[in-house]
Every structure is written in C-alpha cells, then in structure tokens.
C-alpha cells in the first residue's frame, strides 16, 4: 500500500499514535512485527519496556505515519501507563483466542485504556492466533457481542499466518484518519466564515518525541 518503513523526504500529513494492550503472550509484538515489517519470529521473546515501530501508507492520497506502540503485559510494568497513552488516537486491544483467561482481562484493559486515553480514541478487539483454530476457548460470539456492546471494531487475526493483520490496522487507522480530516474540514470552514481562508496543512497529532538510538523507548522502562 506504500513504503514500510517510511521515506523521510516525503511529506508526512498525519502521524498517528497507536497503541498495542492485552494480557503477556497474545502476541502483541507479533502483530507489530508483521504490520511494521511483515516478519514473524517463532522465538520471540517477551517485550521489556515498551517499544515501538513506525510504518508510513497511504489514504486517500495523504500520506499518513503509524507509530505503533507495544509494551509488556506483565503486571510490573503497569506503571507505564500515562506516559504510553499519551497522545494515542488509536488502540488495538488484543487476546490470544486459545486462552479464555486472557478474554477475560480485556474489561480491565479496556477500564485502563479510557482512564488514561482520549475519550474518542478508536479501538478494535483482536482476537489473536487464528491459526489455532482447533485450540479456540473464546467463541467469536462472545467477542463480537463484547465489542459490540463497548462500541469497538473486531477482527480475530493470526500473525504467524498474516490473517487479517494488515486488515485490522488499516481498518483502525483509516477510521482515525476520516475522524481527523473531518475535524480539520470543520476548522477550516470555521476559519473561512471569519475571512481567514488559510486552510489546516499537516495537522499533526500530538504524540511524545521520539527517542534517539533505536525503537526502545527509555522514558518508560521499568526495573
């Protein structure tokens, strides 16, 4: 759909800040891996600290730059929590469909994700590892009806079989971008009506600075 990992002397219209949660091993940084570089790593190892990838694609001839954020589940890094969600206008909250446990922890998630995010911030369910179909414990109904009910996209994808992957990040960040540009055409009308005709060029979405040396992000690690 465009370049992975972005070209720099393009114009960048939009950056949008999407964050990764849900339980450790749902495969989270599998999902990201396959998004950002198609890849996926049967030996992947849990994430410390949060990280993040970037990928630039293209909407409706604007050129839009997904930095994807991923931290670990595991309860010590909680404390994360404000520093990760800031600035985030998406969310992919994702499960492993083999483990009901990791289903049930999605309401908790999804609690934390609206006390420190914005309150219109787009979010898809993911129920993850599709392809193992035959170990399901989380019926799609019961995901559906949940998501349904939170007003949240779903999609159940495989990362190792790239099912669905690209599907849901597009869906999420497509879904952003016509929230987005639908507020900037108001600001623009509004700016018309008061006899400024300068129209909002590459509005920005505020997200935290990049930090140098790599995708690691040392703001936010935990010992």
Excluded at 7 to 29: E, N, R, T
Excluded at 186 to 194: C, G, K, M, R, V
Aim: glycine share 6%.
């Amino acid at each position: 759909m465009a370049n992975k990992h972005g070209d720099f002397s393009q114009k960048i219209d939009y950056v949008f800040k999407v964050v990764l949660i849900g339980d450790s091993a749902v495969g989270k940084s599998q999902l990201l891996a396959r998004f950002s570089r198609n890849e996926f790593s049967l030996d992947s190892k849990a994430t410390i600290g949060v990280e993040f990838q970037t990928r630039t694609l293209n909407i409706d001839n604007k050129t839009i730059k997904a930095q994807i954020w991923d931290t670990a589940g595991q309860e010590r890094y909680r404390a994360v929590t404000s520093a990760y969600y800031r600035g985030a206008v998406g969310a992919m909250l994702v499960y492993d469909m083999t483990k009901r446990q990791s289903f049930d922890h999605v309401t908790r998630w999804l609690e934390e994700l609206r006390g420190h995010a914005d309150k219109n911030i787009i979010v898809m369910l993911i129920g993850n590892k599709l392809d193992l179909g035959t170990l399901r414990a989380v019926p799609a109904e019961d995901a559906k009806e949940f998501a349904e009910r939170e007003n949240l996209f779903f999609m159940e994808t495989s990362a190792l079989e790239a099912t669905n992957v690209e599907t849901a990040f597009l869906t999420v960040l497509t879904e952003i971008y016509r929230i987005i540009s639908k507020k900037a055409l108001i600001a623009n009308d509004e700016q018309e009506s008061s006899g400024n005709s300068a129209l909002l060029r590459g509005t920005k979405i505020a997200i935290p600075p990049e930090p140098s040396g790599g995708s690691k992000s040392s703001c936010c690690m935990s010992n």
